[in-house]
Nanobody, 123 residues
């Protein structure tokens, strides 16, 4: 019964760095053979995969975002985080952390989701 909870600032200025943290309970991000992903949903659009980190610490990112995306983890706190630099209003979205059995860009293959957090990029 894993639970995920996103946290972080809901408002980010353009050109700055978005930073979000996912706190996980009920499952270890390091021991269990799962993948931990960030997914976002812009207003009026479908959910889109941002990137993920595997239980061993391996990462993969959406190609269009790779140059400015970093996903890291803190195994002691059982948390993983998203950093997205040089944000623009196009990065405005509800951001979710999620877990799945596979490292994939297909958001439909992730099963356990946090409630999401609204992040707005605006001056």
């Amino acid at each position: 019964q894993v639970q995920l909870q996103e946290s972080g600032p809901g408002l980010v200025k353009p050109s700055q760095t978005l930073f979000l943290t996912c706190t996980v309970s009920g499952g270890s991000i390091a021991v269990n053979p799962y993948y931990w992903a960030w997914v976002r949903q812009p207003p009026g659009k479908a959910r889109e995969w941002v990137g993920h980190i595997g239980y061993a610490g391996n990462t993969n990112y959406r190609p269009s975002l790779k140059s400015r995306t970093s996903i890291s983890r803190d195994t002691a706190k059982n948390q993983f985080s998203l950093q997205l630099s040089s944000v623009t209003p196009e990065d405005t979205a509800v951001y979710y952390c999620t877990r799945g059995n596979f490292g994939t860009s297909d958001v439909h293959l992730y099963d356990d989701w946090g409630p999401g957090i609204q992040v707005t990029v605006s001056s």
